[in-house]
């Protein structure tokens, strides 16, 4: 691995370099301070990928004229249990910050409720649209589609975005549940990180300019094509999440990419559906007991963990000691800040 400099910042400092970085690039109060407090989670419980990493990619998105930078997003009740949003072009946790107070009072009132957004961009952890909901008390479960570079099983072209989900659910007595995962093997920002780090990827992670598995970043981000996990089983997620994400809400298909092209962006207008479910209203008043029992079932056995509670001790340490950017990224967020 490369010797790489760097430096250590606070969590503060993070959020308002993020903050600056996306004012600079024209972003309004409200949005900035969305997207810059997701910068700070991200770089505070992973992944890391979707913190700093990212703010180029956001600029970019801004002066490009692909994304609004001052997006006044719509609400509309669709069902009793249904609300739809429409991004105004504009990045999706703005419209769900929006929507959350009544997409979580529909829940409370029917049991299950669900927000769907299109018209709006998602370059975020996932796992920070669910744990809200969690933390309300409610069960969560969250699709996004993007930007296709997922090659389905037996194929030679990519069909799927990384098209990511997440779970969330409250956990008596200790933080919520809380997990995301890709369809593929690995996230395209963790094989760039890879490569400007100078290291193999720990797994196969996509194929090379001949067709053949890799873990080398630089060959991966030749071709732009990953692997599915579990082989033909990530695939069939994939499926899934394109269908809730991207044809349910209404938002642009992975393998539609004539206007990101033309504006030289790295996402796409996908869809988000975010499902919501009180647990209150399904007959059961011993959930929170069984949910206990489950965590106790994992926790303890041998090495095993809670999916996605490895991001707790992330948390601590970073809220502690602050977390490590390399120097040439800060160069490169400075230029962003002074531009």
Not at 61 to 77: E, L
Not at 88 to 117: H, K, P, T, V, W
Not at 119 to 135: G, I, K, M, S, Y
């Amino acid at each position: 691995m490369a010797d790489i400099s760097t430096k250590t910042l606070s969590l503060d400092e993070v959020k308002a370099l993020a903050k600056a970085v996306l004012v600079s690039s024209g972003m309004d109060e409200r949005g900035s301070d969305t997207l810059s407090h997701l910068v700070m989670l991200s770089e505070r419980d992973g992944p890391r990928s979707h913190g700093l990493r990212m703010l180029p990619v956001y600029a970019q998105s801004f002066s490009s004229g692909y994304a609004n930078p001052a997006a006044s997003p719509t609400i509309t009740r669709m069902a009793p249990g249904v609300l739809r949003g429409d991004g105004d072009n504009g990045y999706y946790q703005i419209a769900a910050e929006q929507a959350r107070e009544e997409l979580i009072a529909m829940a409370r009132e029917n049991g299950i409720a669900a927000f769907s957004c299109a018209n709006c961009h998602h370059l975020a952890a996932l796992r920070f649209d669910t744990e809200p909901l969690a933390q309300a008390g409610l069960v969560a479960l969250a699709v996004v589609n993007s930007l296709s570079m997922v090659v389905p099983q037996g194929g030679v072209r990519p069909v799927f975005g990384t098209n990511p989900m997440s779970f969330a659910c409250p956990r008596e007595g200790a933080e919520p549940i809380v997990w995301d995962q890709a369809s593929s093997v690995v996230a395209l920002m963790d094989v760039k990180m890879a490569a400007a780090e100078g290291h193999e990827l720990p797994r196969v992670g996509g194929l090379d300019p001949s067709g053949a598995p890799s873990t080398d970043p630089n060959a991966i981000l030749e071709t732009r094509s990953l692997l599915p996990f579990g082989e033909h089983k990530g695939a069939a997620i994939a499926l899934l999440i394109e269908v809730l994400g991207a044809a349910l809400a209404g938002g642009t298909l992975s393998v539609d990419n004539a206007d990101r092209e033309a504006h030289g962006a790295l996402n796409i207008k996908g869809g988000s559906t975010l499902i919501a479910i009180d647990p209150t209203k399904f007959g059961n008043p011993a959930f929170g007991d069984f949910v206990t029992r489950i965590c106790a079932e994992i926790e303890g056995n041998g090495t095993a963990r809670v999916p996605g509670d490895g991001r707790l001790s992330k948390r601590a340490a970073a809220a502690g000691e602050g977390v490590t950017v390399s120097t040439e990224l800060l160069a490169q967020l400075d230029q962003l800040r002074q531009s």
